[in-house]
């Protein structure tokens, strides 16, 4: 039986790539769009959201 190979696309170019154990920088196509991608999030590009905090008195939905 052959096992059929994943392809992905490369998220900083486009590129497909191949999921598998040889591709080496997976799932980015080289290791230079796997350091492009990592000066995003240095550079602080990529943000992840996050919920506002509240403070330990109230329960969040809760108002005064």
Same mark, same amino acid.
């Given at each position: 039986m052959t096992e059929k190979v994943r392809i992905v696309?490369? &998220?900083?170019?486009?590129?497909?790539?191949?999921?598998? &154990?040889?591709?080496?920088y997976r799932p980015f196509c080289s290791e230079r769009c796997k350091l492009i991608d990592l000066g995003q999030w240095a550079d602080e590009s990529y943000r992840v959201p996050a919920e506002e905090e509240h403070p330990d008195s109230e329960a969040p939905g809760e108002s005064r």
């Open positions: 696309a490369c &998220p900083t170019c486009g590129a497909a790539v191949r999921w598998e &154990p040889q591709s080496r």
